[in-house]
C-alpha cells in the first residue's frame, strides 16, 4: 500500500518506519522542517532503542521517505495515518489544534480517495469529526473513509512493541475501511480486534486510565505499607501471582508522568464532563498521583528541612526508562523542590540531559557518568529506574559520597540487596534501611 504518516514524533516516527519495514511505501509528513532534514539524513530526532537502523534501513531501500510537504507527501497515497500530538489543554481536556491543522491540510491537498487511520488519541467522536471537517473542505468528487488505530506503544520499546503488542485495535463505521487497514497490519501477525469507530476510541482511553489506575493504587497502598511496617514489594508479588490481578504495573515509586497517563486520564474526566458525568474513581487517581510525585522530595526535606550548602546527587530525569522524554517528568516538580529548600544539584541520565536543559532549572549542573554525580555528594535521589542505574553498586555509593545516603524514588533496589551495606537507604512502601 502506498502509505502517508502525518507528525514524525514517538508515534508517527515508528508507526511510519514499522510500516515500511513491512513492506508498505511510507512517506512521512512533519511541518518541523529542521526534523525532517535530520531524518532525510538517516539520524532519529529521538531516542528509541533500534529505531535508526530501521529508519536507514528503509531509507536506503526506497520505500521510506520525509518530507514538510503535504502536496508531495500525499501525492498517490492510498492510506493517510493521522499522528500528530493531542495534549492536554489549560482545562484538562485534549488540545485538538494540531488534528485541525492537518485535516485542513489534508482537505487541502488531496488529489484522490483516501482511508484516513487517526493513530493520535483523540475523544471519542472526534473520528466522526475529522471525516466531517475533511468532506466539508474537499474538492468535489473525493471520498474519504475513516478508521481509529489507538496506538499502545511504550515510548522505551515503541520498535519492539510495535512487531510484539498485544493487539492492534482499529474501529470504523465503514466494513471496507476496517478490512483494509486490517490488510494493511496483518503482516504485524498480532491479534487485531475490530470495533465501532467510538468504541475504539473509548478502549483507548480506558486502557491508560486503568493502568494509572494501577499505578495510584499501588501507591496507595505502598504509603499505608510504610506506616504499619509492611513491605509493598512483598505486598505487590503476593497480590500480583493473583491472575485477575496480575504483577505487571504495580511498581510503588514517584507516580506516572509522561505525555499520556496524566493527559489522556484527565481527558477521560473531561469526555465525562461533557455528557454531565463525573468520574470520581479517577478524579482520586489523579490526586494521589500528584501527591505522590512529590513524595521523594518531601522525604528528604523531612530528614534535612535546610537543604543550603547540601551537594544532591539526582539520578534519572527522563519520566521513565529508555526514553529522552521530558514531558510531566516527575523530576521537573521533584528539582524545583529541592531548589527551592536551598539544595545544589548535579545530574545525571543516560539520554535525557539535552532534553531535560531545555525544561529544568539552570541551576542544575549535569554531568557524565553516576560517578561524578554523587562524588562528594551528601545524599543521592534516583527519579528513573534506568538499568544503569539499577546495575550501579551500593558499594560504590560510600566509596564516592560525603555520607552513603540514598532516597530511591524507584524502588530500584530490594531491601534484601541493601541491608547491611552501609547505605542509609530510604525508599517507597519499605523501611528505611541502615
Ligand atoms: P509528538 O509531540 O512527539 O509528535 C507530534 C509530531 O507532529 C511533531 O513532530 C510535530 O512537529 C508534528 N506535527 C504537529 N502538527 C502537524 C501538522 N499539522 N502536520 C504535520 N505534522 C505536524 O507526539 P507523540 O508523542 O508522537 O504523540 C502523538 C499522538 O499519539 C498523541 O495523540 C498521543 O497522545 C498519542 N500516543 C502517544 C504515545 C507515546 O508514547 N508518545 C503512545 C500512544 C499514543
Not at 529508519?55 to 499522528?83: C, H, W
Not at 468535489?140 to 493487539?167: H, M, W
Not at 555509593?397 to 540514598?406: E, P
Request: negative net charge; hydrophobic residues 40%.
Amino acid at each position: 500500500m502506498k502509505i502517508a504518516v502525518i507528525g514524525t514524533g514517538y508515534v508517527g516516527l515508528v508507526t511510519g518506519v514499522t510500516l515500511a519495514e513491512i513492506g508498505h511505501q511510507v512517506t512521512c509528513i512533519d511541518v518541523d522542517k529542521e526534523k525532517v532534514e535530520t531524518l532525510n539524513k538517516g539520524i532519529s530526532p529521538i531516542y528509541e532503542e533500534g529505531l535508526t537502523e530501521l529508519i536507514q534501513k528503509n531509507l536506503d531501500g526506497g520505500n521510506l521517505a520525509f518530507t514538510s510537504s503535504y502536496q508531495q507527501g500525499l501525492q498517490g497515497k492510498d492510506i493517510v495515518y493521522l499522528a500528530v500530538g493531542t495534549p492536554q489543554g489549560e482545562d484538562g481536556s485534549a488540545d485538538l489544534t494540531y488534528i485541525h491543522k492537518a485535516c485542513d491540510s489534508i482537505a487541502e491537498t488531496l488529489q484522490n480517495d483516501v482511508i484516513i487511520v487517526t493513530k493520535s488519541t483523540v475523544p471519542v467522536g472526534t473520528n466522526s469529526y475529522i471525516k466531517k471537517r475533511i468532506e466539508d473542505k474537499l474538492a468535489a468528487g473525493i471520498k474519504v473513509e475513516i478508521v481509529s488505530n489507538p496506538e499502545f506503544l511504550r515510548q522505551g520499546s515503541a520498535v519492539y512493541d510495535t512487531f510484539n503488542g498485544d493487539r492492534i485495535v482499529i474501529g470504523s463505521d465503514s466494513p471496507e475501511a476496517l478490512r483494509a487497514i486490517a490488510e494493511v497490519n496483518a503482516p504485524f501477525n498480532l491479534p487485531i480486534v475490530q470495533t465501532d469507530l467510538k468504541s475504539a476510541e473509548m478502549i483507548k482511553y480506558a486502557s491508560n486510565a486503568f493502568l494509572a489506575t494501577k499505578i495510584s493504587f499501588i501507591n496507595e497502598i505502598a504509603n499505608l505499607s510504610e506506616r504499619v511496617g509492611a513491605n509493598v514489594d512483598l505486598v505487590a508479588d503476593g497480590m500480583g501471582m493473583d491472575k485477575r490481578i496480575g504483577r505487571a504495573f504495580l511498581n510503588a515509586g514517584a507516580g506516572f508522568g509522561g505525555s499520556c497517563f496524566p493527559k489522556d486520564t484527565n481527558a477521560l474526566i473531561s469526555i465525562g464532563k461533557e455528557v454531565d458525568y463525573t468520574m470520581p474513581l479517577l478524579e482520586s487517581v489523579i490526586n494521589v498521583n500528584n501527591k505522590q510525585r512529590g513524595i521523594i522530595a518531601e522525604k528528604v526535606i523531612e530528614q534535612y528541612p535546610d537543604l543550603s550548602g547540601k551537594q544532591v546527587a539526582v539520578l534519572g530525569l527522563a519520566f521513565k526508562p529508555n526514553t529522552d522524554d521530558m514531558r510531566d517528568a516527575p523530576s521537573i516538580h521533584i528539582t524545583e523542590r529541592l531548589l527551592e529548600k536551598g539544595a545544589t544539584l548535579r545530574a545525571y541520565d543516560p539520554v535525557a540531559m539535552d532534553n531535560a536543559k531545555k525544561v529544568l532549572s539552570n541551576k542544575i549542573e549535569y554531568v557524565k557518568d553516576i560517578e561524578s554525580a554523587i562524588a562528594d555528594a551528601d545524599l543521592a535521589i534516583i527519579l528513573t529506574e534506568w538499568d544503569v542505574i539499577k546495575e550501579f553498586p551500593l558499594s560504590a555509593y560510600k566509596k564516592y559520597m560525603k555520607k552513603a545516603v540514598l532516597f530511591d524514588g524507584r524502588n530500584c533496589f530490594t531491601i534484601d540487596q541493601v541491608a547491611g551495606t552501609d547505605v542509609e537507604y530510604h525508599s517507597i512502601g519499605r523501611p528505611v534501611e541502615n
